[in-house]
């Protein structure tokens, strides 16, 4: 729950230009297997995530956090949802 939270901070916290509005789709799997069934096989690290996005709609895919504590895992979803904005570089 403290996760959708923070999310919502995230997305709705600050003023956006209406161009910048996206609907997010956040998939919260548990396995290897199933980040590579979401995001496919040609990650170049290990796979923690991957944004996909198509129009005005952003798909999340990443690990489940363990707890607020989990640094790690609530990091991929900030950058996962820095994607959905900025797009799949990493500049």
Same mark, same amino acid.
């Given at each position: +729950? $403290?996760?959708?939270?923070?999310? !919502? +901070? @995230? @997305? =709705? ?10 609907? !997010? ?17 040609? +990650?170049? @690290? #290990? ?5 996909? !996005?198509?129009?005005?709609?952003? /798909?999340?895919?990443?690990? #489940?956090? /363990?707890? =607020?504590?989990?640094?790690? $895992?609530?990091?991929? @979803? ?7 904005? /900025? ?5």
């Amino acid at each position: +729950m $403290r996760i959708a939270a923070i999310l !919502v +901070m @995230l @997305l =709705f916290g600050c003023d956006q230009a209406q161009s910048d509005a996206r609907t !997010v789709t956040l998939v919260l799997v548990k396995s290897d297997a199933e980040v590579k069934q979401h995001c496919g096989d040609d +990650m170049i @690290l #290990e796979p923690l995530g991957c944004a996909k !996005v198509a129009g005005a709609s952003c /798909r999340i895919v990443a690990y #489940e956090p /363990r707890g =607020f504590d989990d640094h790690r $895992r609530l990091e991929t @979803l900030g950058h996962e949802l820095w994607h959905c904005y /900025r797009g799949p570089k990493h500049i």
